[in-house]
């Protein structure tokens, strides 16, 4: 079906609404553009007082591939400063990361004071694609969700700000999304053998995905969810979310405005279930 250059009409009328997404239209442009500039007027302030009250801050994005974690990225860091904002996006193990501690790899990207880090896929590799392609074994997986709270609450005791988002699309919306990578010489670099098997491994990864949140949703490093199926309520929401969690000098809490629980929830149960 990528191969084929016209997208089946039934694919793309049910993209939207697929994996039980909750509007029957994506927010007008006009709307957005408006509320994501105030919303990174607010991010540079926030980056401002990370500067000077030399704060850590690590966010993790994580979700379904084509979910928009990219674009979510690229909306967050846009206007902060490149010199204090990294974004870690590490590529498959090399032998001698293989044989080390499994989340040695990680622990040095962690963020000097004053830095903010957002990892485009973190440690939950291992409980995602690693899973799901069998790069590691059942047993690893499980070792992996029993040692990720631990890892996570040194993190957090060490005065690192941790922030986690899970990214879900529905599959007709995935689809389509890689079929536009496939046929757009632009975009064709980001479809891979892997985004390949995503599609026939849906299902497979919704287990993978309900079973790391069973695990791995915490007190001290809860999971915070989003429904990426409209990219533009996507973005807007998880910056919501992250103004919210820090008191800064000059938040203007009129501008960040209210969250959209049909789009963003705090708890597993809000995409448990959903296909």
Same mark, same amino acid.
């Given at each position: 079906?990528?191969?084929?250059?016209?997208?089946?009409?039934?694919?793309?009328?049910?993209?939207?609404?697929?994996?039980?997404?909750?509007?029957?239209?994506?927010?007008?442009?006009?709307?957005?553009?408006?509320?994501?500039?105030?919303?990174?007027?607010?991010?540079?302030?926030?980056?401002?007082?990370?500067?000077?009250?030399?704060?850590?801050?690590?966010?993790?994005?994580?979700?379904?591939?084509?979910?928009?974690?990219?674009? !979510?990225?690229?909306?967050?860091?846009?206007?902060?400063?490149?010199?204090?904002?990294?974004?870690?996006?590490?590529?498959?193990?090399?032998?001698?990361?293989?044989?080390?501690?499994?989340?040695?790899?990680?622990?040095?990207?962690?963020?000097?004071?004053?830095?903010?880090?957002?990892?485009?896929?973190?440690?939950?590799?291992?409980?995602?694609?690693?899973?799901?392609?069998?790069?590691?074994?059942?047993?690893?997986?499980?070792?992996?969700?029993?040692?990720?709270?631990?890892?996570?609450?040194?993190?957090?005791?060490?005065?690192?700000?941790?922030?986690?988002?899970?990214?879900?699309?529905?599959?007709?919306?995935?689809?389509?999304?890689?079929?536009?990578?496939?046929?757009?010489?632009?975009?064709?670099?980001?479809?891979?053998?892997?985004?390949?098997?995503?599609?026939?491994?849906?299902?497979?990864?919704?287990?993978?995905?309900?079973?790391?949140?069973?695990? !791995?949703?915490?007190?001290?490093?809860?999971?915070?969810?989003?429904?990426?199926?409209?990219?533009?309520?996507?973005?807007?929401?998880?910056?919501?979310?992250?103004?919210?969690?820090?008191?800064?000098?000059?938040?203007?809490?009129?501008?960040?405005?209210?969250?959209?629980?049909?789009?963003?929830?705090?708890?597993?149960?809000?995409?448990?279930?959903?296909?």
């Amino acid at each position: 079906m990528l191969d084929d250059p016209i997208l089946p009409k039934a694919v793309s009328e049910k993209a939207l609404g697929s994996g039980g997404y909750p509007y029957d239209k994506t927010m007008p442009d006009g709307d957005y553009e408006t509320a994501i500039e105030a919303l990174q007027i607010e991010l540079v302030k926030l980056q401002q007082w990370t500067i000077a009250a030399g704060e850590r801050i690590v966010i993790v994005f994580e979700g379904r591939d084509a979910a928009g974690k990219g674009g !979510t990225i690229g909306a967050f860091r846009e206007y902060m400063s490149p010199r204090r904002t990294r974004v870690v996006a590490l590529p498959k193990p090399t032998e001698t990361e293989a044989g080390q501690w499994y989340f040695q790899r990680y622990a040095v990207h962690m963020p000097t004071r004053g830095e903010i880090v957002m990892f485009d896929r973190s440690w939950y590799n291992r409980a995602g694609v690693e899973r799901v392609m069998n790069f590691c074994t059942p047993e690893q997986t499980e070792q992996f969700l029993k040692e990720a709270p631990r890892f996570e609450d040194m993190l957090i005791d060490e005065g690192l700000h941790l922030v986690k988002f899970f990214i879900d699309v529905g599959y007709e919306m995935q689809l389509k999304r890689f079929h536009e990578r496939r046929h757009n010489p632009l975009k064709v670099w980001k479809v891979s053998p892997i985004d390949y098997a995503a599609i026939e491994k849906y299902a497979d990864y919704t287990r993978a995905r309900d079973r790391m949140l069973e695990t !791995t949703h915490t007190d001290h490093a809860p999971w915070t969810l989003l429904l990426g199926n409209d990219k533009k309520r996507l973005r807007l929401n998880a910056l919501r979310h992250l103004l919210g969690l820090f008191d800064y000098p000059g938040k203007d809490r009129s501008v960040i405005g209210d969250i959209d629980p049909k789009v963003l929830g705090r708890e597993p149960g809000f995409l448990t279930g959903r296909p």
